[in-house]
């Protein structure tokens, strides 16, 4: 899927998630129900985040200059990472809401509830089967498709507990459901947090197992050792490697031969495409080069 396609799919859901954010928000203060309010404050969120992600898809098109020679694809990662802090911020303010509702019960219009919340029911599964695809392969799309699930779980959990309070007059499952609703929220935005956090500390990928990896290479024809290796991620689907080769006195055209064939090995193993491999026929030590760290 190419970026541009993405940004359209990204701007519809965005345009959509406002509407209906504006539909639920109008219902919440109509039927005075905290789970309505909760998916419209969610909703409210979700539409800034969208607008964000889809900015950050249009910034990671700039070409590379002199001062940022990898472009601005790490604009992507830190959108994700603002998404996940948000979404942390509006699962402790739902908790909270709903503590005080709990103690504190007013009435509900069930009817205006449970017709608001089958309207976003629908409208955010719409936007989830827009983006599911995508967001495997991408942070940035998949932290807006993240919102969107949360979305959808708030809308199941406003009809669940609307139809509860149909059949039993507790009004106090109003409060639950916001509870479990943040819950759910607070687990992938944490996990988002996690993972674009790592990126941008450029940790080794989670996938990746450099002993593995190092084994891999050293049994290069050719290859003595692999060592100095770094591996982190620039944005989602682009990798990055650098590390040394040792092999015997061989001859520049040699050297080149095996750093294709390790480029190879390291694209299709371990989805690296992105590499700096340097050759070098007798190890540096710590007592005889100055430029090991």
């Not at 969107?148 to 669940?160: M, N, R």
């Not at 943040?182 to 992938?188: H, P, Q, Y």
């Not at 040394?244 to 294709?260: D, F, G, M, V």
């Amino acid at each position: 899927m190419t970026i541009v396609n993405r940004e359209k799919k990204l701007l519809i859901i965005l345009l959509f998630n406002a509407a209906l954010m504006v539909i639920e928000a109008a219902g919440g203060i109509f039927s005075h129900s905290l789970a309505l309010l909760s998916d419209a404050g969610h909703m409210l969120t979700d539409s800034l985040a969208l607008l964000l992600s889809y900015l950050a898809l249009q910034w990671s098109r700039k070409p590379a200059t002199i001062r940022k020679t990898f472009g601005y694809h790490r604009f992507e990662i830190l959108a994700a990472l603002v998404n996940g802090m948000v979404l942390l911020g509006v699962a402790g303010y739902i908790v909270y809401e709903a503590i005080v509702r709990f103690f504190h019960p007013v009435p509900v219009n069930i009817g205006v509830l449970l017709a608001i919340g089958s309207l976003g029911l629908a409208g955010n599964l719409f936007g989830v089967i827009i983006l599911r695809r995508e967001s495997h392969d991408n942070l940035n799309v998949r932290s807006a498709f993240l919102h969107l699930v949360g979305d959808t779980l708030s809308s199941v959990g406003v009809i669940a507990g609307g139809i509860v309070m149909l059949i039993t007059g507790w009004s106090g499952i109003d409060s639950l459901i916001g509870i479990l609703i943040a819950g759910i929220i607070l687990r992938s935005a944490a996990s988002l947090v996690q993972e674009s956090s790592e990126v941008l500390l450029e940790a080794t990928p989670r996938d990746i197992d450099l002993a593995a990896l190092r084994e891999s290479v050293e049994k290069i024809e050719g290859i003595k050792e692999f060592h100095e290796i770094h591996a982190w991620t620039i944005t989602s689907g682009r990798r990055a490697l650098s590390g040394h080769i040792l092999t015997e006195n061989i001859s520049t055209r040699e050297s080149q031969a095996i750093i294709c064939r390790v480029r190879e090995l390291l694209r299709e193993q371990f989805s690296i495409t992105h590499t700096t491999l340097e050759v070098e026929c007798e190890r540096c030590e710590e007592n005889s080069c100055e430029f090991i760290v």
